[in-house]
C-alpha cells in the first residue's frame, strides 16, 4: 500500500515550483519594456547628432529633458508672479477700504501668459468636453440604430459620408458657425474652446456611433427570447438586456473616440488658437529659436503620455461596469 502524502506538505512544494516557473515570464514582462524604452532612446541619440536644420541641429533626449524642466521651472515662477498680482491687490484694497469703508474692492485677474502646464490642463478640458458631447450623442443613436434596422437603413448612408472627413475640413465651417451663432458680450466660453470642443465632436463621434450598433445588434438571441418570454417593458429590456450585453462594444466605440479626439484636438487647437497643447506646438514653430525644437518634442512625448494615460483610464472604468473582465485587461 502506498503512503498517503500529506496535504500541508504538498501544498508547501507546489509554491516554491508555481512561483519560480512565473518568475521568468514576471521579469520578462518588466525588461522588455525598459530594454525597448532604453533601444528607443539609444537609437534617437544617434539619429539626433546626425541631422542639422534650419533651427540648429535636431535635440536630442538630454536637450528634451533639459527642456521639459525649463518649463516646469517657467510654470513655478508664473505662478509666484500670480501670487504677488494678488497679494499686492489685497493689500491696496485693504488700504483702500480703511480710508472709505463704503468701498467694494474688485479683484482682477492676473493676466500672465498661460505656462505649459495650464495648456496641458486646457487640453485636457477642451478633449473631455468634446467627448461627452460626442457620447451622449453616438451612444443614444447607436442603440436606436442597433434595435431598428430601418433607423440604421435610414443613418447608414449619414455615417459612411461624414466619417471619413478630416477635422481640417470641418474646422472652418465650425469656425464660422460658432462665429454666428454664439454672439455675447459676456461669453462663458472663448470662442476658440467651443471651435476646438466642436471640432471633436464630430471627428469623434463615429467610432462610438458604429461599435454601438454593432455590439446592440449582435445581442445573444438567448438573452432576447428570455427577454420576449418575460414580456419585458421597453425600458426593462434596455437597461437589463441591451445595455449590459453591448456594454463591451460600447467601451471599445469610446477608447476609440477618446484616442481620435486627442489626436484631432492638437490639429483643432493649432487653428482655432485655443490655449492648449496645439497652440504650444504651433507657436513654438513661429517663434523659431534655439530651443524650439526641443520644446515642441516635449509636447510631442507629453501628447503621446496623455494619450496612453487616457485609455488606461477608460480601461480602468470599462473594467468596474463591464461583465467582460478579460476585454478590459488588453
Known sequence: MSKSVPL?????QLRPQSFASNLPQKLQGLLLPVIGL??????WNGVAKTIDTSLGQFPGPAQVWQQAGSLINEHSAQREKAEEFYARQEERNAARVAKDPGYEPRIRPFTGAPTYLDQIWTSLYTVMVGFLIASLVAVPVGILCGLSKSAYTAINPLIQLFKPVSPLAWLPLVTMVVSALYVSDDPMFAKSFVTSAFTVSLCCLWPTLINTVVGVSNIDKDLLNVSRVLRLKPLTHLTKIVLPSSIPMIFTGL?????IGWMVL???EMLAQNPGLGKFVWDEFQN???ESLARIM???LTIGAIGFVLDRVMLGIQRVVSWDKSSALR
Open 255 to 259: 477608447r476609440l473616440s477618446l484616442g
Open 38 to 43: 532604453l533601444l528607443f532612446l539609444a537609437i
Open 266 to 268: 492638437i490639429a483643432a
Open 298 to 300: 516635449v509636447a510631442v
Open 288 to 290: 523659431g529659436s534655439s
Open 8 to 12: 500541508v506538505t504538498t501544498l508547501s
